[in-house]
């Protein structure tokens, strides 16, 4: 019995050496993993706001209009003979109150899809198109183009008129150096439609879709009454 007693106290002994070693050995080991998350905390860097830019999205991208296709059937040219979508078997009726074929119609010569007695749009280069031939003609910008009445002929109490003929090219001006004066009622009225014109702004004429160079006759009345 005595020898049990001492076996039981050695053994109390040693447990409670071994528990004393495990809570010190935790309470290393949770020191540690606190120095560890302090330090962690320490070296991590405070986050900073960065500011978000909105960019508006670009405009849809609406593409030009087509230019509307030329029509030639004014111009000096011919018919162009279509073959049926379905071709009869049989003879079809004829039709004796149907004018006879013309065979000017049909020459060949000219723009396809014009007429025989058609006007022939000049195509030489350098040479201005008339008021006939192109698709959209000259127009003078509002307000542009004005003469100024001469004080002296104002004055004076005279009325007079200006007609002259010139070339817009396809920038909308007047080409100065080339006007022609068909009529004119007083010399200091010419002067001041000269002067109008080189200040003057035209919308270009156009023909097959691109703007051309154009042949334009104008009146300018100088009336007392305006």
């Known amino acids: 019995m005595l020898t049990t007693l001492i076996a039981s106290r050695g053994h109390r002994t040693n447990s409670f050496r071994a528990q004393a070693l495990s ?3 935790h309470a290393g080991l949770i020191t540690a993993a606190v120095l560890a ?17 909105y ?6 991208v609406t593409p030009p209009p087509r230019a509307p296709a030329m029509d030639v059937s004014r111009f000096k040219g011919f018919q162009v003979v279509t073959r049926p979508v ?28 014009g007429r025989p007695d058609g006007i022939a749009p000049t195509t030489e280069p350098g040479v201005p198109l008339t008021m006939d031939e192109v698709d959209v003609p000259v127009r003078l910008m509002p307000g542009s183009g004005r003469p100024a009445y001469p004080d002296a002929l104002r004055s004076a109490g005279l009325a007079g008129e ?17 006007i022609t004066v068909i009529s004119s009622t007083h ?8 002067a109008a014109l080189a200040r003057a702004r035209f919308v270009p ?15 300018f009345v100088f009336s007392l009454e305006r």
């Open 37 to 53: 998350t302090e330090r962690a905390a320490a070296v991590i860097e405070p986050i900073v706001a960065e500011p978000v830019h």
């Open 162 to 178: 200006v007609n002259v003929q010139f070339v817009v090219d396809t920038l909308g001006r007047a080409d100065v150096k080339n």
């Open 187 to 194: 010399p200091r009225f010419t002067e001041a439609v000269m």
């Open 86 to 113: 379905v071709i009869p078997d049989v003879l079809p009726p004829i039709d004796l109150t149907k004018p006879l074929t013309d065979a000017a119609n049909y020459t060949g010569i000219g723009v396809p899809g």
């Open 205 to 219: 004429a156009e023909f097959g879709g691109r703007k051309v160079r154009q042949l334009v006759r104008m009146p």
């Open 23 to 25: 809570i010190g050995l």
């Open 55 to 60: 960019v508006r999205p670009a405009p849809a």
